[in-house]
């Protein structure tokens, strides 16, 4: 918990481009996967880039903030159970030339 901490007060500050491994059911335990992601939506654009739940065919995939709960749901019930997040502040400079150059982004879920 003490990570998940850390990390959410470096994206907080609003300046951390970050990649990590997203598992809903790893930190369920711990707190509100959907509330968590939710908070993280907040300050920054959440992208899929690993998971089967959207990616067909393989690419980026931006999840909106509406759609974390369904999100999440779909990753509890997939082999495997967790996914990589790209996750870009909303106020980072050079923010939309980023997202343009993203490989293969598909439409919002």
């Excluded at 980026?60 to 974390?68: F, H, L, T, Y």
């Excluded at 106020?91 to 343009?100: A, K, T, V």
């Amino acid at each position: 918990m003490e990570v998940l901490r850390g990390m959410a007060e470096t994206l907080h500050s609003g300046g951390a481009t970050c990649l990590m491994e997203f598992a809903p059911d790893a930190i369920s335990t711990r707190t509100d996967c959907v509330e968590w992601l939710g908070n993280i939506a907040l300050t920054h654009d959440i992208y899929d880039v690993q998971s089967d739940v959207f990616l067909q065919p393989a690419g980026v995939v931006p999840i909106a903030a509406a759609a974390i709960a369904e999100y999440v749901r779909m990753l509890l019930t997939q082999t495997p159970d967790y996914s990589d997040l790209l996750l870009i502040p909303k106020n980072l400079p050079g923010r939309d030339r980023l997202r343009e150059r993203l490989p293969g982004v598909q439409r919002t879920h």
